[in-house]
């Protein structure tokens, strides 16, 4: 089993930046990747940014050149750097891990941590 637990939402003005971090635990040495989505009220979860160990990065929708996914050494946690927030960036954000084992492969997901970009 794993566990995600996500912080660092808040509050913040158009143009500011923010930090969010998810700590796993659990089984962390069977993650293959961790992700970053976020999801608005009456819309479908959106994938934000994802990597996994083969070091595959991806920023697919509006994040691209303004937010940056990375994790410890260890795999424990991701952090997603968020700059030059927009309105349009409020959304409870939301951490995913995969683990892939030989008999299986799990999804995990966090609580969600709220970001609010204030006008």
């Known amino acids: 089993q794993l566990q995600l637990v996500e912080s660092g939402g808040g509050e913040v003005p158009p143009g500011g930046s923010l930090n969010l971090s998810c700590v796993a635990s659990?089984?962390?040495?069977?993650?293959?990747?961790m992700a970053w989505y976020r999801q608005t009220p009456g819309k479908q979860r959106e994938l934000v940014a994802p990597?996994?160990?083969?070091?595959?990065?991806n920023y697919p929708g509006s994040a691209r050149g303004r937010f940056t996914i990375s994790t410890d050494i260890a795999w424990n946690t991701v952090y997603l750097l968020m700059d030059s927030l927009r309105p349009e960036d409020t959304a409870v954000y939301y951490c995913?891990?995969?683990?892939?084992?030989?008999?299986?492969?799990?999804?995990?997901w966090g609580q969600g941590t709220q970001l609010t970009v204030y006008t």
């Open positions: 659990g089984k962390t040495a069977d993650i293959y990747s």
């Open positions: 990597i996994n160990r083969d070091r595959y990065i």
């Open positions: 995913h891990a995969q683990r892939v084992t030989v008999v299986a492969t799990c999804n995990y």
